[in-house]
């Protein structure tokens, strides 16, 4: 099973709203990533979980708060967003974080926020 | 900052022709990986080169790596409709972060 999967598939919330996006992989891989990406652009890294630890946050607002229940999962808790985060949000994993490692996809979950 | 740069950023062939698209990069790199993103959904890896790879084949694809002018190119021969999508260079900055090219849009014609 090479899958990542992602839910919502799509997502509209409010700015006061919480709301949590889910990846998960049955890969065994020990790194998971969350990326953000807006129409026409390419992926911005937001973060990285290497053996189920944050090892990398790249400077993203406290608004978008991850979370890595298991080496399966990986959530990215939203709350408060403004409508400059509406964008396609992106899941990957790896074997591991290493600089040769293929990392695989989820189909993302399109969020709009209102 | 962004290592990897795409030209051209959009690229419309008629089927059966071939699709070259090219990347530059910033920095000496360990790697340089291809990924293709059908409209609005996931990335799909097509193809990693190490950097001591000059050219490497895959299916239709080939790709070519020049670390002397930190560049590299993707070339699907004989395209089909189905190759219409965005192709993204990507490199590995400092120890875990992967960094996309701005991407190339490829629409294919039948």
């Known amino acids: 099973d090479t899958e990542v999967t992602q839910t919502p598939k799509h997502l509209v919330m409010g700015m006061t709203n919480k709301k949590s996006l889910k990846c998960e992989q049955h890969?065994?891989?020990?790194?998971m990533y969350w990326y953000k990406q807006k129409a026409k652009k390419p992926p911005e890294l937001m973060f990285v979980?290497?053996?189920?630890?944050?090892?990398i946050n790249e400077s993203v607002p406290s608004r978008f708060s991850p979370e890595c229940p298991n080496s399966s999962l990986l959530n990215l808790h939203l709350h408060a967003l403004q409508p400059e985060d509406s964008a396609l949000y992106l899941c990957?994993?790896?074997?591991?974080?290493?600089?040769?490692?293929?990392?695989?996809f989820g189909p993302g979950t399109r969020l709009t926020v209102l | 900052s962004q290592q990897g740069e795409e030209d051209p950023q959009a690229l419309s062939i008629q089927e059966g022709e071939n699709a070259t698209m090219n990347c530059s990069y910033k920095?000496?790199?360990?790697?340089l990986q291809w990924y293709r993103q059908n409209s609005g959904r996931g990335l799909v890896h097509l193809i990693l080169?190490?950097?001591?790879?000059r050219e490497k084949h895959s299916g239709r694809l080939r790709v070519t790596l020049d670390t002397s002018k930190k560049s590299s190119s993707l070339l699907i021969t004989a395209s089909r409709a189905a190759d219409t999508a965005s192709y993204f260079c990507?490199?590995?900055?400092?120890?875990?972060?992967?960094?996309f090219g701005q991407g190339t849009r490829l629409t294919i014609n039948p």
């Open positions: 990957a994993s790896s074997q591991d974080s290493g600089r040769t490692d293929t990392q695989y």
């Open positions: 890969m065994g891989h020990r790194a």
């Open positions: 979980y290497s053996y189920e630890k944050l090892s």
């Open positions: 920095t000496s790199i360990n790697n």
């Open positions: 080169i190490r950097s001591n790879e």
């Open positions: 990507a490199v590995i900055q400092g120890a875990q972060k992967l960094v």
